[in-house]
């Protein structure tokens, strides 16, 4: 990335390099691998100081951490089919997809390992509050719906979707089936002995 492309960028300087060593970070992962990256080749990618990286971020992993996780909420909008079931299907599905792409599997991966270190907790609380805070709109547009009572918890709806996903990917390595996000679904609004006798 050139300083003209970084000057380019919308908003203060921070903002801009902030978003040239995301960018970085994230074409490294994809290039190298989470093992294979660096801090010293992403500032060189994205032309500023190391040192200014450590200074923002703090570790290695902080980094590979905010990168991933800002790439996971552009890949993961929020889907509105009209009805529950095809909300969730769709976001599972979405997903699973992306866990199953390099920067997905990474993710998921990384967090796994990170540590409990106060940025690093701040970080995956961030990402977790925000995530569910724009797909509980799922949960939430069923509510007005009247297709879940209005004492639903939006954030545990989310939790029972998209738990199975991560814990293949992340536990049991098990390879997510085209038609799991639909099991998944059918499982969590109907009941696992409905589902299993129909």
Do not use: C
């Amino acid at each position: 990335m050139s300083d003209a492309d970084v000057r380019r960028r919308p908003g203060g300087r921070a903002a801009r390099v902030r978003a040239a060593v995301l960018e970085a970070t994230n074409q490294l992962l994809q290039d190298q691998g989470l093992t294979g990256l660096t801090v010293s080749e992403v500032a060189r990618r994205a032309q500023v100081n190391e040192t200014s990286i450590f200074r923002r971020w703090g570790t290695r992993e902080n980094l590979i951490i905010d990168a991933l996780l800002t790439d996971a909420a552009e890949q993961l909008p929020v889907p509105d089919s009209g009805t529950l079931r095809g909300d969730l299907i769709a976001y599972a599905t979405a997903l699973a997809k992306y866990l199953t792409s390099p920067a997905g599997n990474a993710l998921d991966r990384t967090l796994a390992s990170a540590g409990d270190d106060p940025a690093t907790r701040r970080l995956r609380d961030q990402y977790w509050n925000a995530r569910y805070a724009h797909s509980g709109q799922i949960a939430a547009r069923a509510i007005q719906r009247g297709e879940l009572p209005d004492t639903a918890d939006p954030r545990f709806v989310l939790e029972l979707l998209v738990a199975p996903l991560h814990f293949r990917i992340v536990l049991t390595r098990e390879p997510l089936e085209p038609d799991l996000p639909a099991r998944i679904v059918d499982a969590l609004l109907h009941g696992l002995v409905t589902t299993t006798s129909s």
